[in-house]
C-alpha cells in the first residue's frame, strides 16, 4: 500500500463548479501537506502548502489538513477551463531534509 | 537561466542502450532532486543530492541508474542497458533549501525528459 492514496480521477465538471480534490496517507510524521498542478508535457508546478491542520486559501483555491483523519483537500472555486491539468498532492516531514512523497495525481477537466 | 531546464526532451532508446538526461538546476539551489514519473502515475522518488554531494539514493530502482553532480550544478542521471519498464518521465526538480531547512523545501520542476525504450 501506498503512503499517500489519491483517486486518479478523471474528474469532469462544468465551468464554474466548485471542484474537491482529496488524498489520504498513512504516515502520521508527515508535516507539510503540498499541491501541485501539472499540465499535460510539464512538470509539476507548487499550488499551495500547509503547515500541519488547518485551511489555507489563497484566491479560488483553498487547502483544508485534517490530520487526525490523515486527509488533504484542495477545494477551487469558479473552475475555469484553464485550471484542466492533473493535481498532485505531496507531503513531507518536518526537519532538515526530508523527500516529498507524491500522490498519483488526480486528472480534472473543466467544460466550458 | 529562469527556471529548471532539462535535455533531452524526448529520448527514444533501444533495449539495452545507455541513456544520459541532463539537468540545469536554477543557479543557486543547494538541493537537486530526480524523481520518474509514469503513465498516470505521481513522481516517484530516484535521488537527492545537497550540493555535490549524493544524499539519499534509496530511490534508484537498481544499480543500472546512476546519477552525477559533480560541480553541485548540472547533474546527469544515467541509465546503463535500458529495458522497457524504464519507460516514464525523469523529472528533476531544486530548492533553495538544503539540509538545515525545516520550512515546506518548495520543489521547482523542470518540464522532464521523457524516455521510450523499444
Known amino acids: 500500500q501506498k503512503e499517500v492514496e489519491q483517486d486518479p480521477g478523471p474528474l469532469s465538471v462544468p465551468e464554474g463548479a466548485i471542484v474537491s480534490l482529496n488524498c489520504t496517507y498513512s504516515?502520521?510524521?508527515?508535516?507539510?501537506f503540498m499541491w501541485y498542478r501539472q499540465y499535460s508535457r510539464k512538470g509539476p508546478e507548487l499550488l499551495m502548502y500547509?503547515?500541519?491542520?488547518g485551511n489555507k486559501e489563497d484566491g479560488r483555491f483553498t487547502a483544508q489538513v485534517d490530520k487526525s483523519s490523515k486527509y488533504i483537500s484542495l477545494f477551487i472555486r469558479d473552475s475555469q477551463p484553464s485550471d484542466s491539468a492533473t493535481y498532485l498532492c505531496?507531503?513531507?516531514?518536518?526537519?532538515?531534509?526530508?523527500?516529498?512523497?507524491f500522490g498519483t495525481g488526480t486528472k480534472l477537466q473543466v467544460i466550458p | 537561466g529562469a527556471g529548471v531546464s532539462q535535455s533531452p526532451r524526448y529520448k527514444v532508446a533501444k533495449r539495452g542502450q545507455d541513456v544520459a538526461l541532463r539537468c540545469d538546476p536554477i543557479s543557486g539551489h543547494v538541493s537537486l532532486f530526480w524523481y520518474q514519473q509514469a503513465l498516470g502515475q505521481g513522481p516517484e522518488f530516484l535521488t537527492y543530492f545537497q550540493n555535490e554531494a549524493q544524499l539519499d539514493k534509496s530511490g534508484l530502482p537498481s544499480d543500472r541508474f546512476f546519477a552525477e553532480r559533480p560541480e553541485g550544478s548540472v547533474s546527469t542521471l544515467k541509465i546503463q542497458r535500458t529495458q522497457q519498464e524504464d519507460s516514464a518521465v525523469y523529472l528533476c526538480?531544486?530548492?533553495?533549501?538544503?539540509?538545515?531547512?525545516?520550512?515546506?523545501?518548495?520543489?521547482?520542476f523542470g518540464a522532464g525528459s521523457r524516455l521510450t525504450v523499444l
Open positions: 505531496a507531503m513531507r516531514r518536518a526537519g532538515g531534509y526530508q523527500k516529498v512523497t
Open positions: 500547509t503547515y500541519s491542520s
Open positions: 526538480a531544486s530548492s533553495l533549501a538544503g539540509l538545515d531547512f525545516s520550512g515546506a523545501n518548495v520543489l521547482t
Open positions: 504516515n502520521s510524521a508527515f508535516q507539510y
